[in-house]
């Protein structure tokens, strides 16, 4: 159960793991009702406005907190869902669920030592929670990063990240390298994706023995010099020309991690409409299948909340439509946010499927695709008001 790709932990898990028994009538029905809304877009809303109405009544409910803040991490808002969370144990210290998932929102926003306090504080609380000790052990490990790669702190890489392919990162690259300050590298996934879901899953084993390898230390070791190695070639090429540096990566892949990795690094994460997204997708014989449609849904909704997630911190999320329909002020915002001036607007108008014998033009939906992308990606889509 990786911290880095829990969207929020479901009240099951919860359930399973501490006491609900000893709960009120009344917050075991507000249990029932939170367990069921993650199911679809008409649940959570459900759930949101029991425990919305529950808190005008007793404001110092804690299941209603909790239940506001699972809803607000499956919406991808961080903040408020740690607010609800510090509500709830505001009113009760040892509301252990309330802790652990306050100790999840802290991790992935980059907060590992407020994460481990609160892991720890679970512990003195509840000792015998079988994850516990992966959660406190890994985040240890992570914490470590630094002591143990004290360069990374001299690398401040952007990355142009997205929740899936086709969402406009390839325009945002061009865009960002027209000002001549900063070469912005293509795709590696094993930078962006595998090496940092090694060196997550490596932090679970610091203190096993791993097969056919040394310690777990010994492990977590390598897998970091694997990926500060391909990380210095970039900035060395880079350095060449004098020029900052980034990678772009049509999938947002393991952005909490990086940071943790690289705590200098600037992220923008650019998202686009599904039905959009979709359309492109089919040109490119990229669903063919329900199947196809489903998972399309499922990727973009998830990696969007898991972004969300990260917070605001060296992140600007910029939503595709905005970029094109409002240019210049997008601009502005892009280049505030690296600290680099000099992008060329007109970049945006040139088009990079243009017609002609390799044009893919975007192809129609049909009812039923439609449908499929409503029905399994209702929330975010609703919440980003693509609905």
Known sequence: MAIENSNGVSLSFFQKQFDFSTR????????????????????????????????????????????????ATELGHPLVAAQHLT????????????????????????????????????????????????????????TQIRVL???????????LLAPVARCGSTVLQRLV????????????????????????????????QPIGAGSGQDYFNRTLQNFFKIIRFYHNTASKTERAWGLKDPYSGQMGMLRN?????????????????????KARGWIKTKFDTIKLAHDWQDEIRKAFLCGDHNILVVRYENLVAE???????????????????????IKLNNAGENYLSPQMLTEQEEQLLREHAATMLSELNYL
């Open 24 to 71: 009120p009538p009344g917050d075991q029905q507000l249990i029932r009702l939170i367990e069921q809304a993650r199911k679809n877009r008409e649940s959570l809303l459900a759930a949101k406005g029991a425990c919305a109405n529950e808190l005008i009544h007793s404001p110092d409910s804690t299941i209603a907190n909790f239940g506001l803040a699972l809803i």
């Open 87 to 142: 509500s709830s144990l505001d009113t009760d210290p040892d509301f252990c669920a309330a802790r652990f998932e306050l100790a999840l929102n802290f991790f992935k926003r980059g907060m590992n030592a407020n994460a481990l306090s609160e892991l720890n504080g679970v512990a003195a609380r509840q000792s015998d929670l079988p994850e516990l000790r992966l959660y406190r052990q890994a985040i240890n490990a992570i």
């Open 149 to 159: 790669a004290p360069e990374s702190e001299i690398f401040m890489p952007l990355f």
């Open 177 to 208: 390298t027209s000002s001549g300050k900063i070469a912005i590298f293509g795709e590696n996934l094993d930078l962006t994706k595998r090496l940092p879901e090694c060196v997550e899953a490596s932090a679970y084993k610091v203190e096993s």
């Open 261 to 281: 990795l690289l705590p200098s690094a600037k992220f923008i994460f650019l998202y686009r409409n599904l039905f959009d997204v979709a359309r492109s997708y």
């Open 327 to 349: 240019s210049e002020s997008s601009i502005r915002k892009i280049e505030d946010f690296i600290g680099l001036g000099g992008i060329k607007h007109e970049t945006l108008k």
